[in-house]
Nanobody
Framework: QVQLVDSGGGLVPAGGSLRLSCAAS????????MGWFRQAPGKERESVAA????????KYADSVKGRFTISRDNAKNTVYLQMNSLKPEDTAVYHC????????????????????WGQGTQVTVSS
């Protein structure tokens, strides 16, 4: 079992920045590729970003490329999502996710590839 605790959400104006964090516990963190998903009201959950087991491989949804950066610190069992130039359409509940994988380069973006989920943190961007 892996436990994931998301934090860092809040209310920001358009153009602002937030940094989300996700603290993991329970299993060897470096055995997991990590990702961030988001879900807005009335919409399906969508992938935002993913990072390989030890970095540096990353992948992003087209809607956030150039604005969001995913990173991880395996010594601290933590994954981050730096969000810049935020837009109202980024408003959603953000969840970090963990995917057990033997691949050192995998950066999964599919929902079904992930085994564990954080409880979510609300991000609201005002216009």
């Amino acid at each position: 079992q892996v436990q994931l605790v998301d934090s860092g959400g809040g209310l920001v104006p358009a153009g602002g920045s937030l940094r989300l964090s996700c603290a993991a516990s329970g299993r060897t963190f470096s055995n997991y590729a990590m990702g961030w998903f988001r879900q807005a009201p009335g919409k399906e959950r969508e992938s935002v970003a993913a990072i390989s087991r030890s970095g540096p491989w990353t992948k992003y949804a087209d809607s956030v490329k150039g604005r969001f950066t995913i990173s991880r610190d395996n010594a601290k069992n933590t994954v981050y999502l730096q969000m810049n130039s935020l837009k109202p359409e980024d408003t959603a509940v953000y969840h970090c996710t963990a995917a057990l994988t033997s691949s050192t380069v995998a950066t999964p973006l599919l929902l079904r590839e992930y085994n564990y989920w954080g409880q979510g943190t609300q991000v609201t961007v005002s216009s």
